[in-house]
């Protein structure tokens, strides 16, 4: 990171700002093709360190998966303009998460359970959930494995 005065290697921190960030964007690459997409997430926590999406059972995203699994994820958080006199002394405060890492689908019911009970976790905030057995069958839950994670902040 070439700003060493705003990284945070402090997990606790990185995971709070997960907490806080309303969507996670995954970079993928096929080839000289890149693509990214926007997704609402759940995140596992300590000390798994997985990051759960759902989707449709097909798509680009799904297609490009299955043939290069290694993606890019970001996601961040307190957003806060601050203006000057000058134009280009304005800035945007921030907290932001950078990783990498393998996206895996998921096949089982119990860690299909799992996944959606963390995404539903991040933005329902309760402990409980019920599902409908058609869900099962029409959504793809996948699983990242993070393999490398940052934060910054300004």
């Known amino acids: 990171m070439r700003r060493s005065d705003r990284e945070i290697s402090d997990i606790a921190e990185i995971e709070s700002i997960i907490g806080k960030a309303d969507v996670c964007r995954i970079a993928i690459a096929n080839d000289d093709y890149p693509y990214i997409v926007t997704l609402n997430f759940g995140y596992s926590g ?22 290069n699994n290694f993606v890019c994820f970001q996601m961040d958080a307190d957003h806060l303009l601050t203006r000057a006199k000058l134009s280009c002394d304005w800035g945007m405060g921030y907290s932001s998460v950078t990783g990498y890492g393998r ?32 869900t099962f069958a029409r959504t793809v839950v996948l699983r990242l494995d993070i393999e490398e994670i940052s934060g910054k902040k300004k």
Do not use: W
């Open 46 to 67: 300590s000390p798994r360190k997985e990051i759960y999406f759902h989707c449709a059972p097909e798509g680009k995203k799904l297609d490009m998966i299955r043939k």
């Open 103 to 134: 996206i895996h689908f998921v096949d089982n019911i119990e860690e299909k359970t799992f996944g959606l009970n963390c995404i539903m976790k991040h933005y329902g905030r309760m402990n409980q959930y019920n599902y409908d057995e058609k």
